[in-house]
């Protein structure tokens, strides 16, 4: 208990020396500036140095706030730069879409103008079978559209195939590429019968097979254009099918086989043209020829 008095008495005595240090050097101020000023030079050798610190910290906290604030403001715009890039996108994503299909429609009216002696109805694919092509597949217009079944299907420049089944509001097409189908065509340039056949093995290849070609004068050659038949049973005459690919001569020396390239990408196929005319087909008695390349169609292709 002692020992707490005196010290509290030393921090008395020292708390009065200090005032009357001070008020002493005030004193002296007034009364002679001379000797005032060691002081304050001494003074300022001591208090300089803290004031600069004091500053420099100042500056230093006050940049860290800046430098905080600064940092809200680059995450603020940050998010705000990413749903601006996030709405371009999507813009640029329905853009991209909205071009590809004005390309498509663009093709598809090209197309009806290049096939304007008959009348079509547009047609958008709805469904398909398991697979990479479209071999067999539903479009989203039927028998209310005046569709009917045996009808012709085109896109992208050519025959894409047939129709097999109606509904009321859809339709069931089967391709050219598919297995069960077989097209009377014909080399445009020379009017050669031939046959097309479709195979999904050799479409991998951009393929399908022409046989039973007739080229007594050997006059038809590989780019040459394979169309549709006139005497075809189902197919309406001119359609375009593809390009010959290959051409070979047949084991009997009378034919020839081969392969074409089509020109419908049957991978991508999102729009169709719907010929609303049926074949009208007569078997003439009077052209051997014909007759015999008919009787084959019958056998082998399928509606």
Known sequence: ???????????????????VFC????????????VVAPVKQVSG???TP???GINSFGTWLSGLTDNFEDAETLREENESLKEQVATLTEENSLLTQDHEELERLRVLYDLD???SDYEKVGANIIAKESGNWFNLFTIDKGSNDGIEKDMNVIADGGLVGIVTEVGANWATVRSIIDDESNVSAMVSTTSDQCMISGDLTLIDEGSLELSRLTDADNAVHVG?????????????PGILIGYISELNNDSNNLTKSGYITPVVDFRHLQEVLVILELKEYVASDSASEMEAVSETESETETP
């Open 1 to 19: 208990m002692k020992k707490k008095t005196n010290e509290t008495l030393k921090n008395k005595y020292l708390l009065i020396g200090l005032s």
């Open 23 to 34: 008020v002493a050097l005030i004193i002296i101020s007034f009364v002679n500036s001379d």
């Open 45 to 47: 050798y001591l208090v």
């Open 50 to 52: 803290v004031q600069k």
């Open 113 to 115: 103008e290049q096939y």
């Open 224 to 236: 040459d254009k394979v169309v549709t038949s006139y005497v075809s049973e189902n197919y309406l």
